[in-house]
């Protein structure tokens, strides 16, 4: 894979907030950076960057607020499904497939590409953007037609579904409800 760079904004659709992210693939995989503003009611600002093989699976993320909390969270993967936080194994997230930001419709594109062209279900790392907390989700993906797919979480926002739209490199388009490029 030769090198190449894509870039991609989004708005949010439920409260004032944008992103900014930058993808970069090599032959070593790919780096995707980020800073994003949710400007609502409990408004706070992250900067991420991700690093994934060129399977697009999670190998790091560092997560770094940019508000007055100033906080960060690094999450590294172990293995094929073990994961450490801040330098600390977590065998609560063990099993977890992927990593599932709230923020960034982003992280939606790991989970499609995990499961394939079928869907089906998996279990995820949900990170709670604003705190920076970590926990196992499951949650479910069913393909809708070539690139359209219906999300179901199973596990911390249960019950919540949402139709999202892709693009030919596989990224959000659109999230109903919560986010949109532009």
């Known amino acids: 894979m030769r090198s190449r760079q894509i870039i991609r904004r989004w708005r949010r659709l439920d409260e004032p907030g944008l992103e900014l992210m930058t993808l970069s693939s090599t032959a070593s995989g790919l780096t995707v950076r980020s800073t994003l503003v949710h400007a609502g009611e409990e408004g706070f600002g992250l900067r991420y960057r991700w690093d994934l093989d060129t399977s697009w699976r999670t190998r790091t993320l560092l997560i770094e ?31 977890c497939h992927e990593v599932d930001v709230s923020a ?44 359209a797919w219906r999300y179901v979480d199973k596990g ?27």
């Open 65 to 95: 607020r940019t508000d007055a909390q100033e906080k960060s969270l690094v999450i590294e993967r172990t293995g094929d499904t073990g994961w450490r936080v801040d330098g600390a194994d977590r065998p609560d997230l063990a099993g």
């Open 104 to 147: 960034t419709p982003f992280c939606n594109s790991l989970a499609i590409r995990r499961l394939g062209d079928a869907g089906g279900d998996l279990l995820a790392l949900f990170v709670d953007a604003p705190a920076l907390s970590c926990e196992p989700s499951r949650q479910r993906y069913d393909p809708l037609g070539p690139r």
């Open 156 to 182: 911390v926002s249960d019950g919540f579904t949402a139709r999202l739209d892709l693009d030919e490199e596989g990224l959000v388009t659109k999230y109903e409800h919560l986010f949109e490029a532009f």
